[in-house]
T-cell receptor
């Protein structure tokens, strides 16, 4: 069985603050992929990043960065200098083993206030 | 444009009236899947399909049916909808089905269903 936990239901920050969204996963498989998706107020789901279990390098893309730590089974997402347009629901997801299923966390609603 | 198209986008229906939500993709993807999104629960998988004529249950299949007669289409059928099926539904597809790194899902725009 695989599981993803996003303990932060809602986060509210003021524009230009840094914010970290937590993601903790569970799987018994040694090979797996982790994802982050963004769901803006318009409702569509947008792919942000995919990381496999053999690559623990942190990744930075503009104001976004991801910290993957196998020792704590975490794949956290940081937005630096947040902007109002970052307001969205963010989902962490996991696929492992037979990879027939992508398991999502419950999502974190991020609100960036002007 | 590469996309997943769902219809209808919005639907209000009554208990017991059969309905079908269509899903079509133009990317020649093998894998297709249906999810429902409910507040506080994230996205939960209903059914998925590895290829034509190959379908399997996800985490919450009760009350739903699917079919995959053509590669591009994966309709979701609610034979006798009930109020607990009121939800936001997403269809998604991906090129690969295994851990090849190819299984980034492309999602449709969503279908908001209300069952009275």
């Amino acid at each position: 069985a695989q599981k993803v936990t996003q303990a932060q239901t809602e986060i509210s920050v003021v524009e230009k603050e840094d914010v970290t969204l937590d993601c903790v996963y569970e799987t018994r498989d040694t090979t797996y992929y982790l994802f982050w998706y963004k769901q803006p107020p318009s409702g569509e789901l947008v792919f942000l990043i995919r990381r496999n279990s053999f690559d623990e390098q942190n990744e930075i893309s503009g104001r976004y960065s991801w910290n993957f730590q196998k020792s704590t089974s975490s794949f956290n997402f940081t937005i630096t200098a947040s902007q109002v347009v970052d307001s969205a629901v963010y989902f962490c997801a996991l696929t492992a083993g037979s990879a027939r299923q992508l398991t999502f966390g419950s999502g974190t609603q991020l609100t960036v206030l002007p | 444009e590469a996309q997943v198209t769902q219809n209808p986008r919005y639907l209000i229906t009554v208990t017991g009236k059969k309905l079908t939500v269509t899903c079509s993709q133009n990317m020649n993807h093998e894998y297709m899947s249906w999810y429902r999104q409910d507040p506080g629960l994230g996205l939960r998988q209903i059914y998925y399909s590895m290829n034509v004529e190959v379908t399997d249950k996800g985490d919450v299949p009760e009350g739903y049916k699917v079919s995959r007669k053509e590669k591009r289409n994966f309709p979701l059928i609610l034979e006798s909808p009930s109020p607990n099926q009121t939800s936001l539904y997403f269809c998604a597809s991906s090129l690969g089905t295994g851990l090849s790194g190819a299984n980034v899902l492309t999602f449709g725009a969503g279908s908001r269903l209300t069952v009275l």
